[in-house]
């Protein structure tokens, strides 16, 4: 018995944990941006797709779930540009598949002319929507999966 109070804890604590973060947790700060990049106001997605799916997600609420908030940061060097979009839902995000398809077509992963990437977890979506070599979303993709684990 003593034994599952201390597990029963640290499970309540790490499902706590994931289930207290924000949208603005996720976000990059202004000191994590490298000093490369500058803020971008709107949209800067590589393909379209994935910014149609950011701009009409309410459309496909009945596939992926029903939305609590969403948010985009875009972001530009001389390099590389692209959006970072946010999205938390109601209940577990469960869209997987429609959002593959949306994404990458019939190729079913990134491509060079749609090479955005996401992360499912819980009730967070995140979508990258960068070239793979971006030094900006490396960066996102840590935080957030750093926060997410």
Same mark, same amino acid.
């Given at each position: 018995?003593?034994?599952?109070?201390?597990?029963? /804890? =640290?499970? =309540? %604590? %790490?499902?706590?944990? =994931?289930?207290? !973060?924000?949208?603005?947790?996720?976000?990059? @700060? &202004?000191?994590?941006?490298?000093?490369?990049?500058?803020? &971008? !106001? +709107?949209?800067?997605? *590589?393909?379209? !797709? /994935?910014?149609?799916?950011?701009?009409?997600?309410?459309?496909?609420?009945? *596939?992926? +779930?029903? %939305?609590?908030?969403?948010?985009?940061?875009?972001? @530009?060097?001389?390099?590389?540009?692209?959006?970072?979009?946010?999205?938390?839902?109601?209940?577990?995000?469960?869209?997987?598949?429609?959002?593959?398809?949306? %994404?990458?077509?019939?190729? +079913?992963?990134?491509?060079?002319?749609?090479?955005?990437?996401?992360? /499912?977890?819980?009730?967070? =979506?995140?979508?990258?929507?960068?070239?793979?070599?971006?030094? *900006?979303?490396?960066?996102?993709?840590?935080?957030?999966? /750093?926060?997410? !684990?």
């Amino acid at each position: 018995m003593k034994l599952t109070i201390p597990l029963s /804890a =640290l499970f =309540l %604590l %790490l499902t706590t944990n =994931l289930f207290s !973060q924000t949208i603005e947790d996720l976000k990059l @700060k &202004n000191k994590e941006i490298p000093k490369s990049y500058i803020v &971008n !106001q +709107g949209n800067v997605c *590589i393909s379209p !797709q /994935a910014c149609t799916f950011y701009n009409d997600i309410e459309t496909y609420s009945n *596939i992926v +779930g029903k %939305l609590k908030s969403k948010q985009i940061q875009s972001f @530009k060097s001389k390099t590389d540009s692209g959006s970072i979009m946010y999205f938390e839902f109601e209940q577990v995000f469960k869209g997987d598949r429609f959002l593959q398809g949306m %994404l990458w077509r019939k190729d +079913g992963e990134p491509t060079e002319e749609h090479p955005e990437e996401y992360l /499912a977890k819980g009730k967070f =979506l995140i979508i990258w929507s960068f070239h793979s070599d971006s030094p *900006i979303k490396e960066k996102s993709e840590t935080k957030v999966d /750093a926060i997410l !684990q």
